[in-house]
């Protein structure tokens, strides 16, 4: 490959960025948008292959900000023009989401599963990475017991597995002490110089771990204020008439300088870096040496012999003497970086949708805690239902009774299928988006793999509570009606399910917990709407109830309890008046109600929830 070449293929990995703006809505509440906010403010900048580039500025200057939109990990609200090759880049993100009930080693065959075409090589690769990043002693530990500085390493080493070239890192280093910091800093380093871009946010680094990047890119208030090499820094700032006072950190000091109240600085020097066009490099002299920063993206290919020109330039200011010695760990993570030629090839959505569900099934024996918590909430609900009715199935007098009880046994199943993923599925949200934006599978492998894997534990728990709840308040003993009776309460559950999935794909888990009972309390009040005087319900109120599964679910219950011909029920006193199933179902406006008919209505509503739930998941990972 001659020079030029040389130059071509590393400019492919190069991430470049022009005009950029980023703008958020904010609300005055849910329903009222007040206005807009700009966090980015037509910012430009390039971060170069073979290169460990920083994002630094004060909190809140946008430095995450630029970060998601540059990557494409937010999309929505961005404008601008970025050249970033997407398929080969990953996204790590602050706060490292992974599976936490998996190990390392799990977590690794999940990745190299998913990524890996040739399997063969996975047990290699695998363990090459663990060694090189210093996780093969921690392989069987599972990642929500791993320290801060392992997190951090295991999000890496998961991504490292099908190699890509650019890897964008969201404070890589926050939570962890000075010593792990910089360890985890020059492993990047180490990476960056393999041949890969490396750009990654940081707070406020230390004079050691300024000097560990290549290049520095300083937001403030949305806008650029400096963009160059670590060394040239301080002259820089002396154009514009500041100096660094002796025994001062470069870094400490423009952050300082910038981070004023009233920000009079950061117009002056963002000017001076035309807010990222231009890249200022030291030379051997120690003269400042501006070049333009953005000049390959919008070029056309013929204007492109300048680009020679450029990367000697840059490549000043990734001389061995800002890096300071190599140690044992730079050494071994460019040896086995080498090693590390995968086959990345599309992987079938069958395949993904084999090893999503196998990952999902081990996650819900693995969650043992929840899951006996959840096989005991059902047990005692069932046996705290059985004993209030206890043997009044029978009792054609117990009337309001037995509806209380089809009712009651809805709202259980409701309730518990709707909160729990309110609660629990926005954490899996984060990691969804993280991994999908990730490539490591698309999202419809992913949502088959999570409605089936979901089946087996709903069949359980709803036979545990129905098989009680049933047995205990003197039902008939026909086992085709308890199948019936079952089946009922699953495709009930299934719904609610769905509802609690739905919502817990689209809000916060705050939201979530106060839209789901709000949603399903006008559902509750057409369940129960209009018992006792049933053949008088107008048509549109008719209409509305079909929406409110809880009724639905209510009304399959009382048929499965009362219907398919039942016998008289016994009666105690001188008369009964809905001793004879028929005039309960007569009564309750149901006696033509087909069994079908309500299982069709139910899948439809299941099919509904289950349909909003994946647009919601589709939009959240590519908002
Ligand atoms: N979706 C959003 N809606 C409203 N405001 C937002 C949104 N995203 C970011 N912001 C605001 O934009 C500003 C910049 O946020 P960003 O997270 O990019 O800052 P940062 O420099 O990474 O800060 P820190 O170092 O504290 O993490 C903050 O004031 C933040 O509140």
């Known amino acids: 490959m001659d020079q030029s070449q040389n130059l071509l293929a590393k400019q492919s990995k190069d991430v470049e960025f022009q005009d950029v703006y980023y703008t958020v809505k904010e609300r005055k509440n849910f329903w009222r948008v007040s206005g807009e906010r700009r966090i980015l403010n037509g910012v430009s900048g390039s971060f170069r292959n073979g290169q460990l580039s920083a994002i630094m500025g004060p909190s809140g200057a946008g430095k995450s900000s630029l970060l998601n939109a540059i990557s494409g990990f937010r999309r929505d609200g961005v404008t601008g023009n970025i050249k970033m090759k997407r398929d080969n880049a990953c996204y790590i993100t602050q706060d490292d989401h992974h599976q936490t009930l998996l190990t390392v ?13 040739n399997r063969h090589k996975k047990a290699e690769i695998m363990t090459d990475i663990l060694e090189n990043l210093h996780l093969n002693h921690r392989r069987n530990v599972t990642a929500e017991k791993l320290s801060g500085g392992e997190r951090k390493r295991l999000s890496i080493a998961l991504e490292l597995v099908d190699n890509p070239n650019i890897f964008f890192l969201d404070e890589p280093t926050s939570g962890l002490d000075e010593v792990t910091a910089a360890q985890c800093i020059r492993m990047l380093q180490a990476m960056a110089q393999e041949g890969r871009t490396i750009v990654c946010t940081i707070h406020q ?15 403030a208030k949305g806008q650029c204020v400096y963009q160059g090499s670590p060394r040239a820094t301080i002259p820089f700032l002396r154009l514009a008439q500041l100096d660094c006072p002796r025994h001062y950190s470069p870094s400490d000091y423009i952050i300082e300088l910038v981070d004023a109240e009233d920000g009079h600085l950061v117009p002056a020097l963002s000017d001076l870096t035309e807010n990222g066009k231009l890249i200022y490099v030291a030379s051997q002299s120690d003269q400042l040496a501006p070049q333009q920063a953005v000049t390959t993206m919008f070029l056309e290919q013929q204007k492109r012999p ?27 993570v460019k040896a086995f970086s080498k090693r590390l030629h995968t086959d990345r090839r599309d992987i079938s959505g069958l395949r993904q949708f084999i090893v999503l ?14 899951l006996t918590i959840q096989l005991f909430h059902h047990l005692l ?11 009044l199935g029978n009792q054609g007098g117990r009337m309001f009774d037995h509806l209380k009880f089809c009712i009651g046994a809805v709202l259980m199943i409701v309730y518990t299928q709707v909160m729990v993923p309110i609660l629990s599925y926005p954490a899996e949200v984060k990691v969804v988006k993280k991994e ?11 949502y088959m793999a999570l409605t089936v894997s979901r089946l087996p534990l709903q069949v359980l728990l709803n036979i545990t509570f129905m098989a009680v709840t049933y047995w205990m308040s003197g039902l008939p003993q026909q086992f085709w009606r308890f199948g019936i009776f079952v089946a009922v309460g699953l495709m009930i559950s299934l719904v609610a399910e769905g509802m609690g999935l739905a919502i817990g794909a689209t809000f916060s888990i705050t939201n979530g917990s106060v839209v789901g009972p709000m949603i399903i309390a006008p559902l509750m009040g057409l369940a129960v709407y209009g018992f006792d005087f049933a053949p008088q319900i107008s048509g549109g109120m008719q209409l509305l109830m079909k929406f409110s599964y809880v009724r639905v679910g209510v009304v399959s219950l009382v048929l499965a309890v009362f219907g398919f011909q039942r016998e008289e029920l016994d009666c105690d006193a001188i008369y009964c008046h809905f001793s004879d199933p028929r005039v309960l179902l007569k ?16 899948a439809m509503l299941m099919l509904f929830f289950r349909v909003m739930m994946y647009i919601s998941l589709r939009k959240r990972c590519s908002a």
């Open 587 to 602: 009564f309750l406006d149901v006696e033509k109600v087909s069994m079908l008919h309500q299982f069709g209505l139910l």
């Open 205 to 219: 680094p230390s004079a050691t771990i300024y000097n560990y990047f290549d290049s520095i890119y300083v937001l």
């Open 436 to 446: 999908t934006f990730n490539r490591w599978y698309t999202l419809t492998p992913y």
């Open 105 to 117: 080693e799990e977590l690794m065959n999940l990745a190299c599963d998913l990524k890996l075409k």
């Open 357 to 370: 569900m196998r990952v999902m099934l081990l996650r819900i024996t693995r969650a043992r805690l929840a």
């Open 381 to 391: 609900c069932g046996l705290f239902f059985g004993l209030i009715f206890f043997q």
């Open 306 to 332: 300048f680009l020679p020109a450029f990367f000697a330039g840059s490549a000043a200011s990734t001389d061995g003497t800002l890096i300071g010695g190599t140690s044992a760990l730079l050494e071994q």
